[in-house]
């Protein structure tokens, strides 16, 4: 079967002179998934119109790096004496490269009429692909009735207790936003018609859950309505306290990933503005000494670390740091760009022999002990680096601060058993480059529900007349799912720092 051939265009210019002794102008830019050998204006419309190919668009190369020829993608169409009609379509014949030396031709219209960019697909066999997509759809859905798999990631709050110099929540919009919180009743709401397809889910994205009024009693009402769900969230540890710590380990929280991007005290706080080393370290401590008092796997403690310039050369140590605290996994990734900014000077991308120096060291260190890690992949680069101070960094803050007092009595529960889902029993669907729209649903401020945080459209909003499980299962969800089956180039798709490589995907060692 013929693979599909996607096109993107977008209109940036249209003069019209109402003069018959001037020209008309249009100008922009197209992309396609395959290399485009030839074009021509299609037969019917007036000879006189100039088409120019292959100008050049750095700035479109910019935002669509995947597509063959991007840095020459302008054209602009000229008609002498003033006579381009502006109806809704323009008609262009395109030679495109289906394989080696073979081409075909292809007609497709521009409406010149539309604003942003646009998405031509031509598919020779449509017939045969939505025959295909509807199959794994429906295997899917088959599947994830008896093996649930869905992960849930949302804020149950929209504050945060730091102001960490590559976050949003730095930003005085996001800061001064006014309090959005839901409550255990709120949640047990969303969750009743999709819990039985999910596995998993996350209590925190991009906001600090510890500092919701309403935690214990969201963790105490997930556990006692829905006890198959492996429950999660992402903290700074600040507020890990000995009440919190209590309620993670009677209530079997599944895993617990901490923010932390420093060996050193200076490091950290420094990074994390509002941090106190010390006490995140004594309240981590203090977990990992619960979970040995009473010989407990949950939680499982995983660590993100945000590699920068100000952190990289403690990057190697901190994996020590963590092997001495407990913890399972780390997740090294880069520092990426978002709404507020898209170039940042902490950023490694600037400095990639320096991050390709450290990865190895990195590496190397894990290679000692008992820890998982993930690493962004190297970058391409014919340069070294050569770091001129020592590497040797001092563990001495990390190992003066002594574990927080466990003030309050823990009365834990025996482990629960995971029984959900797992990839192998959605082995069909090993060959997608991207599983998110099939195993997630991101919640945005109680409502909104995205299939990724990185993805672009909202696939629907929760209210009185649609719910989680509608919303996943809707049109537009099943769209998304069916660009991932057919190998399918989604605009939407294109800001994810996945298929850029600076967020790591699998555990290196």
């Not at 959005?180 to 969750?191: C, D, F, G, R």
């Not at 403690?314 to 963590?322: D, K």
């Not at 991050?355 to 008992?370: A, G, V």
């Amino acid at each position: 079967m013929e693979p599909i051939i996607n096109f993107l265009y977008c209109i940036d210019r249209i003069s019209i002179s109402n003069n018959p002794d001037m020209s008309d102008r249009i100008d922009g830019w197209l992309l396609c998934s395959n290399k485009i050998r030839g074009a021509r204006v299609s037969e019917g419309i007036n000879p006189n119109i100039i088409l120019n190919v292959g100008m050049p668009r750095p700035d479109v190369a910019l935002h669509f790096i995947d597509f063959p020829d991007n840095d020459k993608c302008g054209f602009s169409i000229i008609a002498e004496n003033g006579n381009i009609s502006l109806h809704n379509e323009f008609n262009l014949e395109l030679e495109i490269e289906v394989s080696s030396g073979n081409t075909k031709s292809i007609e497709i219209a521009l409406n010149l009429n539309a604003s942003g960019i646009q998405e031509i697909e031509v598919d020779d066999n449509k017939e045969l692909s939505d025959s295909q997509q509807k199959h794994i759809e429906a295997k899917f859905i088959k599947t994830l009735k008896t093996h649930p798999w869905l992960t849930i990631r949302m804020d149950i709050i929209n504050k945060c207790n730091l102001r960490c110099i590559m976050c949003h929540y730095k930003e005085e919009e996001i800061h001064s936003q006014p309090l959005n919180l839901i409550t255990a009743s709120e949640l047990k709401h969303q969750l009743q018609d999709i819990a039985p397809f999910v596995k998993h889910i996350m209590l925190s994205c991009g906001f600090e859950p510890l500092m919701s009024k309403h935690f214990s009693e969201i963790i105490i009402m997930l556990r006692e309505n829905y006890p198959h769900l492996e429950i999660g969230l992402c903290t700074n540890g600040m507020l890990l306290d000995s009440k919190i710590r209590k309620i993670l380990i009677e209530n079997n929280v599944t895993h617990v990933i901490f923010s932390f991007d420093g060996v050193t005290k200076n490091t950290l706080e420094k990074i994390r503005l509002g941090a106190d080393y010390n006490k995140i370290i004594g309240n981590i401590k203090a977990l990992r000494d619960l979970k040995r008092k009473y010989k407990r796997n949950f939680p499982l403690m995983f660590m993100d670390f945000v590699l920068m310039k100000a952190n990289i050369h403690e990057a190697p140590a901190f994996v020590r740091m963590c092997a001495e605290l407990g913890f399972e996994i780390i997740d090294f990734r880069h520092l990426v760009g978002n709404i507020y900014f898209k170039v940042h000077d902490e950023m490694l991308i600037h400095e990639k022999e320096k991050y390709n120096y450290f990865r190895q060291l990195i590496i190397d260190e894990s290679k000692k002990y008992p820890i998982d890690v993930r690493l962004p992949e190297p970058f391409e680069t014919e340069g070294s680096y050569i770091p001129d101070v020592s590497l040797e960094i001092d563990l001495s803050d990390f190992d003066a601060v002594i574990s927080a007092e466990q003030t309050l009595e823990v009365i834990p529960s025996p482990d629960i058993v995971l029984k959900g889902g797992n990839d192998t029993d959605f082995h069909f669907l090993s060959n997608l480059s991207c599983l998110r729209p099939f195993n997630e649903i991101m919640i945005i401020d109680q409502e909104k529900i995205l299939p990724c945080s990185y993805y672009n459209d909202s696939m629907g909003k929760l209210d009185d007349n649609n719910t989680l499980h509608s919303i996943f299962f809707n049109e537009k969800y099943q769209k998304v799912r069916r660009n991932k089956i057919l190998n399918r180039f989604d605009l939407y798709c294109n800001n994810c720092p996945i298929i850029s490589n600076l967020l790591p995907t699998d555990i290196i060692k």
